[in-house]
């Protein structure tokens, strides 16, 4: 009796132990795997760390966001899909603060916004998209560590209305607008303000290409000589109505806008394809412009966005964006502040 206890004892010992030891095995090669996954993806995007323990800490967050990534996409519920991108070793907060960059006005209430042009336009193309009529220049970068996202808003803004009066597309310069426009501006660490972006250009009488001031992605002084030589320029801007995606849809019709969008979650950090209809809120903290918008095969209406991440985020740098959301203030609050410059 007591020897057939025994024998039963030990069995379930051994079962216990292996449950244990495979468990333990699963655990290991799953961090193994994690490691090795980490390791191409450092090779892929050329990153390297100061030391090992910033290694292991970029492993963790690494590890934490890739297990999101696919947690999400394995749902396959939603109307987009994300992707380990070269952001994949950040927090969400060092993200938003490394490549956002977007700035409160303290313009006052009571400034002149000028007239919107837009808003007896009733013949509305179903689908627009302004990279098809030539007035979109190749997707750029802010950089790591410039909170720019405002000059490139603005400089699309500005290329594609140049385009479509002129007929010329020219690529001008974000770093003027980083280096020269003082008001609302605290350049790469605190951003800046598209209207006053908008501003500047006004009273500069102009903005430089981008070849004659080439972007650095970091603060700098104002050079007057290059700041000088305009390429385009601009008469006035338009300040769109708030929470009115009607009105963004006018003149998105008639030329490339630039919007505002709260960018904090990890889905648009991570975001892929499709039309984004993600959770987000309206603490805006992202510049954009729109250029474009239309319906998507399972009838989702969207935004066509460009974003100033580089080609690796997103859809080859551009983003689809649910429109027509049900809230005034649109998904992610892009209806709060658009603005559009006139030549």
């Known amino acids: 009796m007591a020897l057939t ?6 069995t379930v010992m051994l079962l216990v132990l292996g ?7 699963s655990r290991t090669l799953l961090e193994e ?7 191409q993806w450092m090779t892929q995007h050329g990153r390297n760390y100061v030391d090992d323990a910033e290694k292991k800490r970029r492993l963790k967050i690494f590890k934490d966001n890739v297990e999101y990534i696919d947690k999400v996409n394995n749902q396959g519920n939603r109307t987009y899909r994300l992707s380990v991108n070269e952001f994949a070793d950040l927090t969400n907060e060092e993200f938003i603060a490394t490549h956002t960059g977007y700035k409160i006005s303290t313009q006052p209430s009571s400034s002149p916004k000028n007239t919107f042009r837009y808003g007896n336009l009733s013949r509305i193309p179903m689908t627009m998209d302004w990279r098809e009529k030539g007035a979109v220049t190749p997707i750029k970068s802010q950089g790591q560590y ?20 002129t007929g010329n597309l020219i690529s001008l310069s974000e770093q003027q607008l980083v280096d020269c426009v003082v008001e609302g501006n605290s350049g790469c660490n605190g951003g800046g303000v598209v209207s006053y972006a908008f501003t500047y250009i006004i009273q500069n009488q102009g903005l430089a290409t981008e070849e004659n001031y080439p972007y650095e992605a970091m603060d700098g002084t104002c050079d007057q000589e290059k700041a000088s030589i305009n390429a385009a320029r601009i008469s006035e801007f338009v300040i769109l109505p708030s929470n009115n995606e009607l009105a963004i849809l006018q003149a998105v019709a008639t030329q490339p806008v630039s919007v505002s969008l709260d960018a904090t979650g990890h889905d648009l950090q991570f975001y892929a394809s499709g039309v984004f209809s993600g959770q987000c809120g309206t603490n805006l903290s992202h510049d954009v412009t729109a250029i474009g918008y239309g319906t998507s095969e399972d009838g989702t209406k969207y935004w066509l966005i460009k974003n100033s991440w580089g080609t690796n985020w997103g859809e080859n740098g551009y983003m689809r964006i649910q429109r027509d959301s049900g809230a005034p203030e649109g998904l992610c609050g892009i209806a709060m502040q658009a603005s559009y410059p006139v030549v």
Do not use: M
């Not at 795997?33 to 390791?39: A, I, N, Q, T």
């Not at 405002?150 to 500005?158: K, L």
């Open 19 to 25: 449950t244990w030891i495979s468990k333990s095995l």
């Open 5 to 10: 206890l025994g024998k039963k004892l030990i």
């Open 33 to 39: 795997s994690f490691v090795e996954r980490h390791e």
């Open 146 to 165: 410039c909170g720019s996202c405002w000059a490139f808003s603005a400089v699309a803004a500005v290329e594609g209305i140049y385009q479509i009066k």
